[in-house]
């Protein structure tokens, strides 16, 4: 994908386990608040239950998602994720 860099923690560069990836467009996301993830996480969730996923697999797929976003800038998760 385009920004992303991986990174090896190791000489190993067959050892996945050992990569990191590193966003070289971090700034150019839009700062991403408690409010707006928990905005996308009733609009996620609401989409996978469409999708006939049950309530559990729906939130956590939701939770992944804002969790992954939280890594492309940098930050920590919050408490209900």
Do not use: H, P
């Not at 969730?45 to 969790?67: F, G, H, P």
């Not at 800038?73 to 209900?80: A, I, P």
């Amino acid at each position: 994908m385009k920004g992303i860099i991986e990174e090896s923690n190791s000489d190993n560069e067959n050892d996945q386990d050992n990569k990191r990836t590193v966003y070289s467009n971090i700034d150019k996301y839009k700062e991403f608040t408690e409010e707006r993830a928990k905005k996308l996480y009733e609009e996620l969730l609401v989409q996978y239950l469409k999708k006939n996923c049950n309530e559990i697999e729906a939130s956590e797929r939701s939770k992944k998602i804002i969790r992954k976003q939280c890594s492309m800038r940098g930050m920590s998760s919050w408490d209900w994720i």
